[in-house]
């Protein structure tokens, strides 16, 4: 069974930083483009990041380019994004995901691309 378990969010003030980590057991995580999306109170969940298998290529939503990075550790089977420069509309529910497809050398920004998502985790910026 596939599980991806996310953790890093909390509470930040406007300007500050986090770092999410996302772990997966289940799956070898160096075989699956990953990404990061996220979902605030009332929107639909949105592509924020994403990194190719082997972590030589990356994608972010024009929102966050520049101040987010999403990086991998496929000995930990591991991904991360490091988050600066927040802001209050950063604030939503932080979800990865795992492309369906392995092997595949996309990096999609589409949610129904992904087939494992974890529990997400909060992060809140205050103004």
């Known amino acids: 069974q596939v599980q991806l378990v996310e953790s890093g969010g909390g509470l930040v003030q406007a300007g500050g930083s986090l770092r999410l980590s996302c772990v997966a057991s289940g799956r070898m995580l160096s075989s699956y483009a990953m990404a990061w999306f996220r979902q605030a109170p009332g929107k639909e969940r949105e592509f924020v990041a994403g990194?190719?298998?082997?972590?030589?290529?990356?994608n972010y939503a024009d929102s966050v380019k520049g101040r987010f990075t999403i990086s991998r550790d496929n000995a930990k089977n591991m991904v991360y994004l490091q988050m600066n420069s927040l802001k209050p509309e950063d604030t939503a529910v932080y979800y990865c995901?795992?492309?369906?497809?392995?092997?595949?050398?996309?990096?999609?920004?589409?949610?129904?691309?992904?087939?494992?998502w974890g529990q997400g985790t909060q992060v809140t910026v205050s103004s």
């Open positions: 990194i190719s298998r082997s972590g030589g290529n990356t």
């Open positions: 995901a795992s492309d369906r497809r392995a092997s595949s050398t996309r990096i999609s920004t589409f949610r129904s691309d992904y087939d494992y």
